[in-house]
């Protein structure tokens, strides 16, 4: 919906010019400056005056945070470039939805907060005419480059880019200042990482003391003040009370094509509006995200049953060509299970070449799971589950230690009504991830070591990318098998070939050349040979001839000059 410009509310009558200039300003552009700026008195910003007056250069240094969906902001503003010139300095927590506050929107608030305390210092002292200078000196490199087009700006700026609100009030504010010329440079962040502080410029030193500021305010127990209307913009596009400031143009696509594109997921599975709440998609969209274009492709077809399969090969050929291979006559499963070869079939096929191998094809998940540091009770249910799942046995009933955390029950009991066919093609109950984060704050509160990266988002991530890899390796297999079913004798017994001589090289490696190009083939999925479809095999057969045809005869004339070369003179 679209939201009407908002009333400005006044300060109490103050007789201090800078105060008066405050009274002026609506609450949103109040938070933005931040409670330092507002309790400056107009005497505490004259040599920021006298720059302006004699026209000099005003030094702005600043910087933004953001974690966990808390942002921060803060600037100081120098009255000339001299290192030792005065200074007035402000912060504030930053406005924006912890669903998709951006550091950019902090960095960019830090700027604007600092434009607007020089436009009132400005106003109250009658020198916004002025040809004086403001110089940014910032460590976003996407914040410069939007300051340093302000000039430029309505040729240059897209309505749609992230955060395009607070760019459009810092050109307001500019405006305001006719005479001023704007500037931003660039300076690297948080050197003091790898360097003493003490050999570091005084940019950089400026731009760690405001990252300190920053973190100290995001800290706060201040709050996060409402989303803010700008008197720069017209209307913004709202939902549930919040305005969406980035990726406008997808969040317009996804508002109007989602409502029937979650229908049509709920019909195709048989899901209930309850259940598809279930389902932890903003792990799952994090998980499509970190992927390559083409794999991406292949895990929607496969979630949503867009598979070849010999059912659907069935309707679509059977009886249109008497010529047609013999495949085209059942919709059965091409492993002779008797059963219809559907779209999700090659999960729980019992006569699957890798359902005696289950221990194995799990064994990366466990491993993984493991890393992770997976509450053994949560690891144990998913585990038993899956095992049931990939033998196409049915369910077992699952006790619970009584220590064991209550959110796994629920987790279970969600997952049971989704279908662990879905867990293993990425649709995974959201408790999994809640009782995952409860386990990481039990650890961190038993004084644990839990690295930072570990969260439950993150947690949950990567266990949808071990599952959803192991059944991208079973949909293959099953495709080998099917678009080869007039072969399978040849098929099977060619990669029992293979397999036979990647274990005849594992069995040697120990007497192979010491050389790390050769290390890498015997890491990741080969040491799971036994669940690989015959491509992969191939593949790595192929890679490892090829290595080994290169480091012979280097071996063969190492020897040779090392056994026959003539000993040196003395």
């Known amino acids: 919906m679209l939201v009407l410009k908002e009333s400005r509310h006044s300060l109490p009558v103050c007789h201090d010019p800078l105060q008066q200039e405050y009274a002026k300003m609506s609450n949103d552009e109040r938070n933005v400056l931040g409670s330092e700026a507002l309790s400056l008195k107009n005497d505490d910003c004259i040599p920021m005056i006298d720059t302006m007056r004699s026209e000099g250069t005003l030094r702005i240094y600043g910087d933004g945070s953001v974690k966990d969906g808390r942002g921060s902001h803060a600037y100081r503003i120098r009255a000339s470039p001299a290192e030792d010139a005065s200074y007035i300095e402000s912060s504030a927590v930053s406005s924006g939805d912890k669903r998709w506050i951006t550091s950019l929107r902090t960095e960019t608030l830090s700027m604007l907060g600092a434009f607007y305390l020089v436009r009132c210092i400005a106003a109250a002292n009658g020198v916004k005419n002025k040809n004086f200078t403001v110089e940014f000196t910032y460590d976003n490199e996407e914040s410069v480059r939007r300051l340093n087009l302000l000039k430029d700006f309505y040729s240059s700026a897209d309505p749609l880019a992230t955060d395009y609100d607070v760019w459009a009030e810092m050109k307001n504010v500019h405006a305001e200042l006719p005479n001023a010329l704007a500037k931003a440079a660039w300076v690297k962040g948080h050197q003091d990482d790898v360097t ?7 940019e950089a030193k400026e731009n760690i003391a405001m990252d300190r500021k920053c973190e100290e305010m995001r800290e706060s127990t201040n709050p996060i003040p409402p989303f803010p209307y700008f008197s720069s913009e017209a209307a913004q596009v709202v939902k549930e009370g919040t305005p969406i400031t980035q990726q406008l143009k997808e969040f317009l696509h996804v508002e109007t094509t989602g409502p029937a594109l979650r229908k049509y997921i709920c019909k195709k599975n048989n899901w209930t509006e309850e259940q598809f709440e279930m389902i932890n998609w903003q792990a799952y969209e994090k998980y ?9 492709t292949n895990v929607l077809k496969m979630q949503h ?3 070849f399969t010999a059912e659907r090969d069935h309707l679509f050929k059977s009886g249109q060509d008497d010529t047609y291979e013999t495949r085209t006559a059942s919709p059965c499963c091409p492993f002779n299970c008797q059963e219809v070869d559907y779209k999700w079939h090659f999960l729980t096929c019992a006569n699957s070449p890798l359902a005696p191998k289950v221990t194995a094809e799990l064994k990366q998940l466990l491993s993984s799971m493991r890393s992770l540091q997976t509450d053994p009770n949560l690891r144990s249910v998913i585990m038993n589950r899956l095992r049931t799942t990939l033998k196409g046995l049915p369910p077992k009933q ?16 969600e997952q049971d009504s989704i279908g662990w066919d879905h867990f293993l093609l990425g649709q995974t109950s959201r408790k999994w991830e809640e009782a995952q984060s409860l386990w990481y704050r039990k650890l961190k509160k038993e004084k644990a070591k839990v690295e930072k990266h570990l969260t439950g988002i993150f947690w949950a991530r990567k266990i949808i990318a071990n599952t959803v890899y ?20 040849t098929y099977t017994k060619e990669r029992g070939t293979y397999l036979q001589k990647i274990q005849s090289i594992m069995d040697r490696r120990h007497t192979l050349p010491n050389d790390s190009r050769l290390r890498q083939f015997f ?11 015959l491509a992969r095999l191939k593949e790595w057969h192929k890679g490892y001839e090829s290595l080994m045809e290169i480091i012979s005869p280097q071996l063969i004339t190492q020897y040779m000059a090392t056994t026959f070369s003539p000993p040196l003179p003395g």
Request: net charge negative; aromatic share 6%.
């Open 305 to 307: 049953g867009w598979i």
């Open 398 to 413: 699952i006790t619970l230690p009584a220590q064991a955390c209550p959110v796994i029950r629920q987790a279970l009991e």
């Open 470 to 489: 192991l059944t991208l390796n079973r949909w293959q297999l099953h495709n080998d098998y099917l678009h080869n079913i007039s072969r399978v004798e």
């Open 288 to 296: 499509l995200n970190q992927l390559p274009g083409a794999k991406r």
């Open 196 to 202: 003493e502080e003490t050999e570091l410029s005084f």
């Open 523 to 533: 890491t990741g999925e080969i040491r799971n040979a036994q669940t690989l479809p």
